[in-house]
């Protein structure tokens, strides 16, 4: 289980690791698929299987995919990638150690209360067991991201819409009228 | 000659000042470049010869002056008549202008007529070649322009004829 | 005790595997010589008989192919696609019962490769995934005609991976349960879902069709316009691997609908036949997917392509408000009764 | 069956957030700096479920179901900015988003 | 071997918008290898998208040189390549260069010849629009249609064949009537498929007309009207899909045309729908005027008698001298006809089809043109698609039933 | 340009591949689209109802040239097309045949001059010419199993 544990986290690392470092926008969000995988078999680990195929399903298969789909849209393949101001750049790793530190320290500190992952009991995690307590303890949340979901496609439908006329088409139609 | 084209022939003779040819039974108006535009515009909308059929050109070759004709064919479909044009270009840089203007369609007949014949029409929106390859040397219908035949292979020249036929590489 | 439960998923693995790809290759010559059929042709028939090798020369002849890899190709991409391609339309049938158990050796037998409890989620998220092959392959050929192949499936598969998600639920109301076993076993219970939900059913269908590429939504491959889409660059076994994937889709989406709609491996009386009663259900299975793949190249043969802007329009003002309702009846009427 | 400590988990956590967080510092490609969101968001979740089984606390998966769908949401409202700039800008370059109006 | 010569973005700058040069539309080459171009057109494409801003045709990958080639040759050899410039309308090309030649002569044609003239030449129509159903189905990707018009174009090959003992290229009129008779199974083999054809076409009707995804991707699509097709030089089917009844059988009947009843379909709207039915009635009414050219077949010769330009029949070698002389000069020197320019047309399955003949008194053309319709035709394949989407086009260009052999020639 | 090259001489075995390969090439061949002129319909011709190459397993034609084995030039090929289909036969992958179908594809037929090339054999290599103009789909039926048989006698030593 440990020798899983740590190939899975070596994956999840590198992954994550090659996408800040790869140039290409396309291998990013491929290395970001990834990353999401080695993940999801985390889950799968800690007996949250509905949780780790809804992962799959939403990153992987549309998040990351809208991702793709925008960059091959954009012919956004290869821009620039990290080379900003220097001091930001010291900064940023600066704030990145201190915090590894600040995590490092209180895992020491207070690694006793937390138990070691053991297989699952049965029945944890079961697609019924998380309806159950969604619909009844968490119906207002449910409700809530219900909205901000119809929110945000009303939002994306109405940004990416092309402001001018009814469409490209209608335009270059009336266009070709005018010109006979 | 048609009892409705005979009309339309007299008016046009007498305003243009062209000539008028028949050959059985169809009639040719032959006249001078810079008539042309004129005489089609009124073709089109006095006499409605609504369509231009087609445009092409004769090389009479050796002859010099004139050396070309650009031969119009105008249609007028609600009369069921068709017209010659022909206008006498020479041979040295031979250039008329369009008929784009008048009939859209020409543009495509005058491009092939320039690709074939080398006959410029100024004032052409897109005068390119049509259906030889953009970097083709000289015109194929002009008469003195060969007709690239190659030899025929017997067995007395098979081996010659042969050796010239280019081979590919696999 | 575990080695034991490894060995049994491999060889139901393998077995499933085996399945599939033998079925491909043979749902080639099926779909030849059917279509072939439709057309008053006979089909290829020279190939051994009644041309039952045909599949077999195809292999080899794309096995001995050259390989060739375009300069401008993104190389890693390239090789990569095909199979980012497959792997999904193989593993996607591991949850599906193909039987019921059944005494083998003298040992009771489950007759799916494993019994997860949330089998649909799992087969709406590697169906998911498999779009990313298709983009890949059209993205890294560096050729206009695949990249254009390629965005447009990506669209077409997100789009109607919505409706599909929820044609699925409407079993999953029904039943009372994600996992695929129960499912099928509540059908036999009660009857088929196709006569209970047969709007939710018909959706299904089509959305499927979409899913896999298949005529009339064969949009991305659309050979008039777009040559031959998104694999315009790829040849030999690269090629057939597309191929393998394309057809291996066709039968794993006809295995779920027969799942999910057709009752499964049940038929009935067919388990009452005595002593070859309860291994009948593979071949009922099979007899059911044929009857499916029959209907959808029958579709191939006889419906043109439809346009693509009027394939978006339809699974998102069409397909989609459907398959909400269909959702929306089955729970009120769940609720209910 | 050998047992995985919290502890691990969680750090694997904090090595993805932290390298999450130097995407977005040092990014300058939108779209990257948007997966790194990505990637930190998804770092959080592995440690809710890490707590989940630690706690046997069934809550916290739901609470990772609702980021999913406010990442998802998110996703969708950014990419559509994402295009709507680079239709103005033809650039998806964060540094010249700099001015409010394009 | 010359090399490909890339036509750059500049060439073309006035002929796609300023949005190609900043990179904003995409540039897409259709062609000239292409599935759907029916055979080798090439298409440069402009889209914003899906969207196609313009298109910018581009003919000459089937050049043949047939004109310079005819002008080579005396005027019977020069009719062999006629055949092959419209290859799906051969005899159609026949028949009006043989009219063109009977021009230049002032030749008379025999009733009989005019008649099979009449029949074979609808025989070749309908075939060329069999062909033209199954391939624009085909590009629709509604394969089968493709497959069963082809098993109805065999039949009309059959009858080729019997008569000439070719399928496709017959050359099987000749200047002055027709090569021989045709046999005596001839009218049998006629009547036979025209009354098995009624039943096919509705065949191919119950499979489109009615097809939802069909009439969606055909109805109001790539349209165009009579005015403006007329100010393009448009003729046949894509002219009376927009609303204009003009059909040179009509308007200048030829070949005793002017005896038959039948009508002209039209359509009003324009759209590719709308030359599908028009296409589809032209074969019904194909059919109905072979039926009435065979009822009426009448007897006699088939060939002028005019000895200066007409070989004299085979059966007179053996018992006239003069027969014999004249066969020996019309078969090495050929005919010499007077000198002039004649212009002559006939409605080929796309629209006119017209000769320019000239002739300097020698025994070979001085200058042959062909006008053919789909060169015409082709040219508004811009105005076809502009605004329209990918698959159109590929719809379009099925729709104006282009062969590129007519366009090149 | 598969495998093969590493195989070596191995006797009975490579011969019995050889016979093998040989076979599936012959029985899978697929055809690019590739009509021109005139013997683009009789190519149809024989792709339909009536002679239906499908039975040869050629219904498969291929839009891209990377997926197709056999280049059948149906028609006469110009000076403009030359370029054009040479580098379509470039970019087909090994192995590959041509067939000439036809008189113009052959030697040009009756159209001796400058706008055709007088064969195609002076762009790309041909391995069966079909004589006709155009050849009935018979002929081409026979031009192919002519090519099958030529295939069938192809030595391994010649594949790489």
Redesign the interface.
Known sequence: ??VV?FIL?FV??GT??S??VTRS??Y???F??L??AT?AV??L???????A???????????V??????????G?ER??????LKW??L???G??IV??AD??VK?IGE?TM???????PEG???????GK??FT??AF?VEI?AV??L???V???L??KPDEKPS??EG??KK?DQEG | MDEKLSPIVTALTERFGCEAQEFRGEISLILPAEKLTGLLQSLRDEFSFEQLVDVTAVDYYPQEAPRFHVVYHVRSLSQGLVLCVRVPLDGNAPSTPTAEGVYPSANWYEREVFDMFGVTFTGHSDMRRIVMPADWQGHPLRKDFPLGYEEVQFTFNFDTVTKRKPQPKE | MIGEVILEALWKGIAVLLFLTAGFAYLTLFERRVLARFQVRLGPNRAGPFGLFQPVADAFKLIFKEELIPSYADKVLFVLAPIITVIPSLIVLAVVPFGGPINLFGKMVNSYVADVNVGILYISAVTSISVYGITLAGWSSNNKYATMGGLRSTAQMISYEIAMGFCFIVPVLLAGSMSLVDIVQHQNETMWYIFMQPGAAVILFITMLAEVNRAPFDMPEAEQELTAGYHSEYSGMKFALFFMAEYIKVIAVSVIFVTLFLGGYHFPFVDQIPVIGPYMGPVVMLAKTMVMLFIIVWIRSTLPRIRYDRLMAFGWKILFPLALLSVLVTAVVVLLV | MDSIPVSYLLALSAVLFVLGILGVLLKRNALVVFMSLELMLNSGNLAFISFARSFEAISAQVVVFFVMTVAAAEVAIGLALMVEIFRTKHSIDLDQMNSLKG | MTDIREVTVDELKHLVSERAAQGETMLLNMGPQHPSTHGVLRLLLELDGEIVVSCIPDIGFLHTGVEKNMEAKNYQQAEVMTDRLDYLHPIGNNLVYCMAVEKLCDLDVPPRAQAIRVILAELTRLGSHLIWLGTSALDLAAMSVFLYTMREREKILDIFELVSGQRMMTTYLRPGGLWRDVPVEFEEAVYKFIDHMPSQVDEYQDLLDQNELFIDRTKGVSVIKSEEAVRWGITGPVLRAGGMAYDLRKALPYSTYEQYDFDIPTRTEGDIYARYAVRVDEMRESLKIIRQALNKLPLGPVRSNNRKYVPPPRSELGVSMEALIHHFKLWTEGFTPPVGSVYAAVESPRGELGVFMESDGSAKPYRVHYRTPTFANLQIMPLLTRGYFVADVVAAIGSIDIVLGDADR | MGVEQKLGNMGVVTTRLEQLVNWSRTNAMWPMLFGLACCAIEMMAAQAANYDMSRFGMELMRASPRQSDLMIVAGRVSRKMGPVLRRLYDQMPYPKWVIAMGDCASCGGVFNNYAIFQGVDEIVPVDVYVAGCPPRPEGLIHGVLTLHDKVNHEKLSKWA
Do not use: D
């Not at chain 1, 821009?79 to 900003?84: A, K, T």
């Open positions: 289980m440990l544990f986290a999840a690392v994550a690791v996408m800040l926008s396309i990013a969000a491929l970001l698929v990353n999401f993940v985390l889950y680990i800690l007996g949250a299987p509905f949780i195929l809804t992962q799959i399903t939403v990153y992987a298969g549309s998040v995919v809208l991702f793709l789909f925008v960059i091959m849209l954009l956004a821009l620039p990638g990290g080379e900003s930001q750049r900064v940023a790793i704030l990145a915090l590894s995590f490092g895992m690694n937390l138990t070691s992952v053991t297989a699952p944890y995690g079961a697609p019924a067991e998380i307590i969604l303890k968490y949340p991201t901000i979901l929110v945000a496609v939002g994306a439908i940004l990416a490209v088409r270059l139609r070709m």
